[in-house]
């Protein structure tokens, strides 16, 4: 019994006992932009509106394990041949990540960061084309994590054919 109470217990290296850590540091509106050309015709014609989204998403590195992610958004909304409105919003967020793998981590920058800036864009370009005087717009939620496994098959079948590959965020 006295060897066991003078064994002492062996911590770990730092490095290995690394707890996988997400944390939001800040989410804002990095850039906006509101243009309705066509105004106040559009409002006496009848309106039938054609609406086109774009959606791109970017991540910059920044110092310490923080990445800034945007998600970029552009909304085009035609009535008949004429532009009725058109909204482009950046919204973007830091983000401290620590201890994931490779893989988690473009998961993580990729789908779940865009992910949570999502309801954030969509309550600004409700805001701005209500205050245009158009009729409400709710963008549907978008399945983020769905967009980036497709981007996977996407690459993974050009590497099969011999392409060449795409920059993973």
């Not at 791109?56 to 532009?83: C, D, F, H, M, R």
């Not at 983000?95 to 993580?108: P, T």
Request: with cysteine; proline share 7%; glycine share 4%.
């Amino acid at each position: 019994m006295a060897e066991e109470d003078q064994v002492q217990p062996v911590a770990a290296p730092a490095e290995e006992t690394q707890e996988a850590q997400f944390i939001i540091q800040r989410i804002y509106l990095k850039d906006v932009s509101f243009e309705a050309p066509n105004s106040p015709g559009v409002f006496t014609e009848e309106w039938n509106p054609d609406t086109d989204l774009d959606l791109n998403t970017s991540v910059n590195v920044l110092p310490s394990n923080n990445y800034e992610v945007e998600l970029a958004l552009t909304i085009t909304v035609k009535s008949g041949e004429q532009v009725a409105f058109l909204v482009e919003v950046k919204q973007a967020g830091v983000f401290f990540i620590a201890g994931y793998d490779q893989a988690q981590l473009n998961h993580l920058l990729a789908a779940y960061c865009p992910n949570t800036l999502f309801p954030y864009a969509r309550e600004v370009i409700s805001g701005l084309v209500s205050k245009g005087s158009f009729p409400e717009m709710h963008l549907s939620p978008i399945n983020f994590d769905s967009l980036y496994a497709k981007r996977l098959q996407e690459q993974a079948a050009a590497a099969a054919q011999g392409e060449a590959p795409v920059v993973e965020a």
